[in-house]
């Protein structure tokens, strides 16, 4: 499938194809929830581009601070994660902390 251009020319995804990664991903005030949380782990762990994620104010809990840890532990590229304003509590915040010895 193609899309037009602005100067009507077809793209290919000629761009993607050679090797042009998403380094960056905002999912700020989402609430998203644990569930996202999980879905966002999943995408970590075969992720191999993203450096930052801002995702702050998702009601994430302790439950989607495990499910993060989980991921951590996997990925070695995310240099950046913000989970301001979300609620993993102390038992979470330990278990992202525990994620990221080394």
């Known amino acids: 499938m193609s899309a037009q251009t602005h100067s ?14 998403i380094n ?8 998203l929830g644990d569930d996202g ?12 581009g993203l450096t930052k ?4 104010d998702n009601e994430f809990t302790e439950r989607g601070a495990v499910a993060l840890a989980e ?12 989970l301001q304003d979300n609620h993993v509590g102390t038992a979470g915040t330990a278990v992202l902390a525990d994620a990221l010895k080394v």
């Open 8 to 21: 009507n020319n077809k793209h290919t995804g000629t761009d993607t194809q050679r090797g042009a990664r």
């Open 24 to 31: 960056l991903c905002r999912i700020q005030h989402n609430f």
């Open 71 to 82: 991921a951590l532990r996997i990925n070695n590229t995310l240099l950046y994660l913000n």
């Open 53 to 56: 994620i801002d995702a702050f």
């Open 37 to 48: 949380a999980s879905l966002l782990a999943d995408m970590l762990k075969v992720n191999t």
